[in-house]
């Protein structure tokens, strides 16, 4: 039996990952943090069949500890502190947990077991203010948060110990992806979250910053399936992975209130406290390489993706107000 250590495990990917590696009968083990009760809501449907470890990634002994104890065959770092918006006020923090804690990562595994297949979650971030489009492999990076720029570290540090260790070390560039798992600070779960109280009518407004701002948007059970791709190769290697379409934040709003019959017009307000300092305007994706190479292919689309996530909050208000 394989076994997995993912770091974020009861995070949106985190959970999504693990239902996979269990559906393919790993042996599950997810770090969370020792010094706060971990949020189990995206995997208390499974929490009986993965074994949590109380871990710190800034702590590289107790990595190491783990790493020693569990012996697994493949390690999915996805932890980090992955809100771009809270970057701005924790720049220090994003640093050291998005960047630094890579290397701990790394380094534990080149210390206790430096045959693991490790994967790096990176970002699209990492692009930024974008040199080209669509942005692939070998676009140049130009981020433009402080979490963009943590990421850039984690990407490179993975580079790094692959060429210098002879690790097997994959970066996984994902563009932005999406599910009702997704926290209700990120724009598209926010957005959704508020139409379905909308529609309730336990909210009367939304309010949002750049609506015309691009993103490429997929869905986050179809991205975790890339993950698990990518270390099954004979060979390590970065993959971007994204849909290879653009859609504008108004663009997601309009299908999310059309969904439940209400026009967008009458509800959303602009909020110029939402615009960052720095924006990334366009960020569009070209995962050619990733599907002809590890034979990834999408299976939601972008509007399913807007409904599904819409119908999971309706469900979850409608039930909270019965």
Avoid at 68 to 85: K, M, R, T
Avoid at 137 to 151: D, I, L, M, N, W
Avoid at 189 to 200: E, G, M, P, S
């Amino acid at each position: 039996m394989k076994k997995a250590l993912i770091t974020g495990i009861t995070g949106q990917d985190g959970s999504y990952l693990a239902e996979l590696l269990l559906e393919r009968g790993y042996k599950v083990y997810g770090l969370v943090r020792r010094t706060s009760t971990p949020i189990m809501v995206n995997i208390e449907h499974i929490k009986n069949d993965v074994e949590l470890i109380s871990g710190d990634l800034t702590d590289l002994s107790s990595l190491i500890r783990i790493v020693e104890s569990i012996q697994p065959d493949e390690v999915y770092n996805l932890a980090a502190q992955s809100f771009v918006g809270s970057s701005w006020d924790q720049p220090v923090l994003t640093g050291h947990v998005t960047g630094l804690a890579v290397t701990n990562m790394l380094e534990a595994v080149r210390i206790a077991k430096p045959d693991v297949k490790f994967y790096q979650a990176s970002s699209s971030e990492m692009f930024g203010k974008v040199v080209e489009t669509p942005q692939k492999e070998t676009t140049p990076f130009y981020p433009r948060s402080p979490y963009g720029v943590a990421k850039l570290y984690g990407h490179w540090i993975t580079v790094n110990y692959r060429e210098s260790f002879n690790m097997f070390a994959c970066s996984g560039i994902l563009f932005n992806h999406e599910s009702p798992r997704r926290g209700v600070e990120f724009v598209t779960r926010k957005i959704t979250d508020a139409v379905a109280k909308i529609k309730l009518g336990l909210a009367n407004e939304l309010r949002l910053g750049n609506l015309d701002a691009k993103r490429d948007w997929g869905f986050a059970g179809d991205y975790v399936k890339a993950m698990w791709l990518m270390l099954q190769q004979e060979t390590p290697d970065d993959f971007v992975i994204s849909t290879g379409e653009t859609h504008t934040v108004q663009e997601f709003v309009e299908i999310a209130f059309n969904h439940v019959g209400l026009d967008w017009k009458d509800y959303v307000v602009i909020d110029p406290k939402f615009v960052r300092p720095a924006e990334v305007d366009l960020l569009l994706g070209d995962c050619s390489k990733a599907k002809e190479k590890l034979g990834w292919k999408l299976e939601v689309s972008f509007e399913q993706l807007v409904k599904i996530m819409v119908d999971c909050d309706l469900d979850k208000y409608s039930k909270l107000s019965n």
